[in-house]
């Protein structure tokens, strides 16, 4: 089990945002910083949102990411049929080492 | 751009060694950690451990009395060994670049390798 909780499923129609909440501990979001995943069946996961809230190159900025405390979110603006996936928060643990969140399934109804 | 390729065998029986290799091209293998990630059927995105290019491991505290990873920097290949495997540790498994507690987050994924294992 993860030691980051992730709700398991969120939903919206397009145009619509979508937030998914990522709960901690100060042992991993509360010290250190939060990367989010994208991961689509059959492929390798894609990073979305590193140190937080910074978006690699490429990623659009309809994505964007926060923290607060031991909770981090990620948003999902302007929410397009190609963002049903699984989405992943993850984190350095001062325990447990490196540390992903549950993951929550996004539906666009 | 970096390019990360994984292999290794995909069916195992139980209590044999798992052992995957993953080679980057594209440069800079001093310069990143390299991590090991999978996914078992079903379930969600664990983290198995990490290795820098002077051999520093961390590992997952879950896995750690079973896992052996290692480096060879005149290759710039990376590997993962996962002793005594059983059905559980069947899943998806993939080198990645970089590391959750240093400058660069894992961004760089191989293509995945299928484990089986099963009797």
């Known amino acids: 089990q993860s030691v980051l909780t992730q709700p398991p499923s969120a939903s919206g129609t397009p145009g619509q945002r979508v937030t998914i909440s990522c709960s901690g501990t100060i042992s991993n979001i509360g010290t250190h910083t939060v990367n989010w995943y994208q991961h689509l069946p059959g492929t390798a996961p894609k990073l979305l949102i590193y140190?937080?809230?910074q978006r690699p190159s490429g990623v659009p900025d309809r994505f964007s990411g926060s923290k607060s405390g031991t909770s981090a979110s990620l948003a999902i603006s302007g929410l397009q049929s190609e963002d049903e996936a699984d989405y992943y928060c993850?984190?350095?643990?001062?325990?447990?080492?490196?540390?992903f969140g549950t993951g929550t399934k996004v539906t666009v109804l | 751009q970096v390019l990360l390729q994984q292999w290794g065998a995909g069916l195992l029986r139980p209590s044999e060694t798992l052992s995957l290799t993953c080679a980057v091209y594209g440069g800079s293998f001093n310069y990143y950690w390299w991590s090991w990630v999978r996914q078992s059927p079903g379930k969600g995105l664990e983290w198995i451990g990490e290795?820098?290019?002077?051999?520093?491991?961390n590992y997952s505290p879950s896995l750690k009395s079973r896992v052996t990873m290692s480096v060879d920097t005149s290759k710039d290949q990376f590997s993962l060994r996962l002793n005594f495997v059983t059905a559980a540790d069947t899943g998806i498994y993939y080198c990645?670049?970089?590391?959750?507690?240093?400058?660069?987050?894992?961004?760089?994924w191989g293509q995945g390798t299928q484990v089986i294992v099963s009797s």
């Open positions: 290795i820098n290019h002077n051999g520093r491991t």
């Open positions: 990645v670049r970089g590391s959750f507690s240093g400058i660069v987050a894992p961004d760089q």
């Open positions: 993850a984190a350095w643990d001062d325990t447990l080492k490196g540390v």
């Open positions: 140190n937080t809230n």
